[in-house]
């Protein structure tokens, strides 16, 4: 008998005493395993309950937050958008919006005021721009 | 269900490894809860290897600790206490029910079993591994590779030197 021989009769029969040994468990250990299976069954079951509680009870604050962005959002539109009110005609509202445009345009007048004429060299070029018309009507 | 088709094999499996009834209970137990509790959503079929992973972590874990409680104990200069199975309990509770073997029967095999156990449980802890999940579980190279989390090589290395080992210790009387 060789080596290699020996060694699967040994794999053999270790395997077939294995498993005589598992289907020989006594009542004893069998009753144990099943309690031990159930009582790792509700742990479980316990642990899930308590893992959704905590989630409810996260939903409260991130609830709140979530309705201050929306009244921050809205708070921000009404105050870019003249609305009529009471007392207050259409008239007087498109009058609001038109005011409200003008300085619009007025402050960016303003800006562009500062940037064209703030730049050097625009200046340069309109002197240039002013030399050669006083250039052109003398000649 | 699953756990109910592994339970057995697993309970033998951890008690093989460490010698103790109560402690094998205890780590089938933890087993269990840890797969019910993280992976119970995860594929059926990846159940098997994932239950004897988390089973083979928690024996590693039992060894690590036993190693530093006899430290303590050799220190201590007390003996090894460690007990087999069912050693220090009631020989009659712990007889197994073993209907339609007569006695002689019986006591060959409990011998057998003992002695296979025995020699198991003195293998090194990655050879017994290696062994236990290949021949008491049934599982191919691969999957046992995958559970020890080492290469395919090194389970064929393991199994190979723990069949040696059995050979050599069990010799042929016992076959």
Redesign the interface.
Known sequence: MTMQD??Q???D???S??????D???????S???R??H???E??QA??GKTKKDFSWMFIPAGAIVTACLVVVVYSFMQVTPVATEGQSLGQVKQAQEDQAHEKQGLVSTFEGLDLYEDPEINEELDFYEWLDAYESSS | MFLSGVEKRAFRLAEISTGNRDDALDILQEAMCKLVDKYASRKPEEWGPLFHTILQRMIVDWYRRNAVRERFRGWFGRHNSYQHVGESEDPIQNAKDEYGKTPEQEMHSGRRVAMLDSVIRDLPLRQQQAFLLRTLEGYDVKRTAQIMKCSDGSVKTHYSRAVHVLREKLGDEWL
């Open positions: 020996k060694d009769q040994i794999i029969s270790a395997t005493e294995l498993n005589n040994s598992v020989n468990i006594s009542a004893q250990d069998l144990a395993i099943t031990a299976r009582q790792a069954l742990l479980a642990s899930a």
